[in-house]
């Protein structure tokens, strides 16, 4: 039950550079269903897979993805120096259509692709969608898209999406009306953020906590009514949870 319920946060970061195609297909060897990615946009508007708001703590460069096209972003590299060291120098950043590619490959996986805020501030949402949302059209029955931005999760459900999932800044914005009226089929939470003893609202579908890299962690949270646990070492969770059970009584 684990691999369905274990969410392989930005790729297989623990080892590999976040949201990079080695991340991610180490994350689908190790037997990853679920994969979670972050989406920014170029500065011509080519949607690539970084977290960051900028580009110092990955790439060891200055400025920010949106001031940068896709050539010159191709020119960076995303080996996250500080924590990996040089070993993965010359990896490249992952552009949204290479990622389809990959997932299209493995029909089990389900993306999980978070449109981050900035680019929603800087190009507008109308603009992040029309160049976002075709480019998933191959896997879009397997794509879940996430966001702190309710209004971009609306403006997706307007244009038909299905699949959506609103990442909460706190627990009690699971009674917003603005969450509630997107009928997501998951919310995510940080799961510092979840108290103790609260009853699970009725009207909110399935709870995914993040970041939990500890097996106990994970089983403990979901006794309580997780369904999803996101982990940045989905290699060694689900060698860890192999044969144990995932089930839920309630928060």
């Not at 949201?19 to 508007?45: C, M, P, V, W, Y």
């Not at 990996?84 to 299209?104: C, D, M, N, P, Q």
């Amino acid at each position: 039950m684990w691999p369905q319920r274990l969410i392989a946060h930005r790729g297989y970061p623990s080892r590999f550079p976040e949201n990079t195609r080695i991340g991610f297909e180490a994350a689908i060897e190790a037997g990853a269903l679920n994969l979670e990615a972050d989406l920014q946009l170029s500065a011509d508007k080519v949607p690539v897979l970084f977290h960051d708001r900028n580009l110092q703590r990955l790439c060891g460069a200055q400025g920010v993805v949106h001031r940068h096209a896709l050539e010159d972003l191709k020119s960076l590299s995303p080996f996250d120096p500080q924590r990996l060291g040089r070993r993965f120098k010359g990896v490249e950043i992952l552009t949204l259509e290479e990622l389809v590619a990959l997932v299209s490959g493995h029909p089990r996986i389900t993306l999980y692709l978070e449109i981050k805020r900035l680019p929603l501030k800087v190009f507008g949402t109308a603009a992040v969608l029309e160049t976002v949302l075709p480019r998933l059209a191959p896997i879009a029955e397997r794509t879940v898209l996430i966001s702190f931005s309710c209004f971009v999760l609306r403006a997706a459900k307007a244009r038909g999406w299905k699949r959506l999932g609103p990442v909460l800044s706190r627990w009690a914005d699971m009674r917003r009306p603005t969450v509630q009226e997107l009928e997501p089929e998951v919310v995510f939470l940080d799961q510092r953020r979840l108290p103790l003893g609260i009853e699970y609202p009725p009207r909110v579908p399935r709870l995914a906590l993040y970041e939990i890299s500890d097996p106990a962690r994970a089983q403990a949270l979901a006794a309580r009514g997780s369904h999803f646990i996101e982990t940045d070492a989905i290699g060694e969770m689900l060698a860890a949870l192999a044969g144990s059970k995932g089930g839920t009584t309630g928060i």
